[in-house]
């Protein structure tokens, strides 16, 4: 059974930063794609960051700048740098990915159980 697990949300002030981490665990066959999104109260989910097909990052307007998303395939983990962090990029993030498991007959999304990020003074 496929896992994704975020950690590193919390509580920051305007202006501070916060790295966090999505890991993908279990039987896995291969990881085409791993992303970032985020949902505020009342709001759409909203994609944040992602890798394209070719390598390169696309990132949301609202965050060009201030995040970063990056990856370790050995480790099948991906992470979002975020920096100068806003009160309205206050949010539920989740690790999104596309994952081919055991179980499988073909890539399939998965996603995680979502890490709240608060930004406040």
């Known amino acids: 059974q496929v896992q994704l697990v975020e950690s590193g949300g919390g509580l920051v002030q305007p202006g501070g930063s916060l790295r966090l981490s999505c890991t993908a665990s279990g039987s896995i066959l291969s990881i085409n794609a791993m992303d970032w999104s985020r949902q505020a109260p009342g709001k759409q989910r909203e994609l944040v960051a992602a890798?394209?097909?070719?390598?390169?990052?696309n990132y949301a307007e609202s965050v060009k700048g201030r995040f970063t998303i990056s990856r370790d395939n050995a480790e099948n983990t991906v992470y979002l740098q975020m920096n100068s962090l806003k009160p309205e990029d206050t949010a539920v993030y989740y690790c999104?990915?596309?994952?081919?498991?055991?179980?499988?007959?073909?890539?399939?999304?998965?996603w995680g159980q979502g890490t709240q990020v608060t930004v406040s003074s």
């Open positions: 999104n990915a596309m994952i081919r498991g055991v179980s499988d007959t073909y890539v399939r999304g998965y």
């Open positions: 890798f394209t097909s070719g390598g390169s990052t």
